[in-house]
């Protein structure tokens, strides 16, 4: 096994509850030198925390959520190649949610004029640029977000469960291979949830600082297949944690 995938099996272990580096060592069957290296580099990297015997999983750090202003104009560029990735997937007729984000409004930004598509979205910041397409637009309701300019809560989730799309492309404040997406409110998180369970694919955008960006509380598990786009390169440690992962596919953008 490649250094790369057994310290990504160890952490995905000491997550489990696997802790003791005995126990590690007869679960990978490596000494205990090979283990206690592994832990130390992954404690380096901060992503487990070494204690007496073991290891734990290090403690998510919770950061303020940014401003809408500030993401409109953060890493514009990576999000535009992101974008331009995403609608290379989008085929004629598909239906599309398109969730809140700045990364899913430059994907809004590239839509072709194609009426045999359908969106259906809670982007308020991309709503002028859908308007503008000749293509049906389906405007959830909802109680307004302001510090993403799009629509969460119990009436966005009741339309829900009247929809069903053939793609969702969702943007996120972070994500993690093993936890899923991290968002900045308890009901952004559920909703991604529930669109994770009403579509056929699911498409998540994210510029290379969110992979492995555990800066929120609230998750968005993804028990699924899905695919992720993203300008981080495919050689990067971030990257290769997602590319381990049974259910993930990576879609890079170069």
């Known amino acids: 096994m490649k250094v790369a ?7 995905h272990a000491v997550h489990s509850g696997m802790t003791d580096v ?25 992503r487990l925390l070494r204690v007496y015997g073991g290891a734990v999983a290090a403690p998510i750090r919770h950061e ?29 007729g598909d239906t599309i949610f ?18 045999s598509l359908r969106i259906i979205t809670n982007n308020l910041l991309a709503l002028n640029t859908l308007s503008s397409r000749d293509i049906p ?5 909802g109680d307004l977000r302001r510090g993403s300019m799009s629509v969460y809560g119990s009436l966005a989730d009741m ?19 093993e936890f899923g997406v991290c968002e900045g409110s308890i009901e952004q998180a559920w909703f991604k949830e529930k669109l994770f369970r009403r579509t056929r694919e699911v498409y998540l955008l994210a510029t290379a600082e969110k992979l492995g960006r ?8 993804i028990h699924r297949q899905w695919t992720l786009i993203t300008d981080a390169a495919p050689e990067s ?3 290769q944690a997602f590319g381990n992962h049974p259910f993930v596919t990576v879609v890079p953008v170069a």
Not at 65 to 71: G, N, P
Not at 137 to 141: A, E, P, R, S, Y
Not at 214 to 221: C, D, E, I, L
């Open 5 to 11: 995938n057994r310290r990504e099996s160890i952490l």
């Open 22 to 46: 005995a126990a590690l060592c007869a679960r990978f069957a490596i000494s205990e030198a090979t283990v206690r290296r592994d832990l130390q580099a992954l404690q380096q990297d901060g």
């Open 64 to 92: 303020p959520e940014e401003s809408l202003e500030l993401r409109k104009v953060h890493d514009g560029e990576a999000k535009a190649a992101i974008a331009r990735k995403a609608i290379s997937l989008i085929e004629p």
């Open 98 to 115: 398109i969730d809140g984000g700045t990364t899913t409004d430059a994907l809004a930004r590239l839509l072709p004029k194609d009426d």
């Open 137 to 141: 637009v389906t405007l959830i309701g």
């Open 159 to 177: 339309a829900l469960e009247r929809l069903t799309f053939d793609k969702v492309f969702c943007s996120a404040d972070g994500i993690d291979a």
């Open 214 to 221: 555990k800066s929120q509380m609230n998750w968005s598990p």
């Open 237 to 239: 440690h971030a990257v």
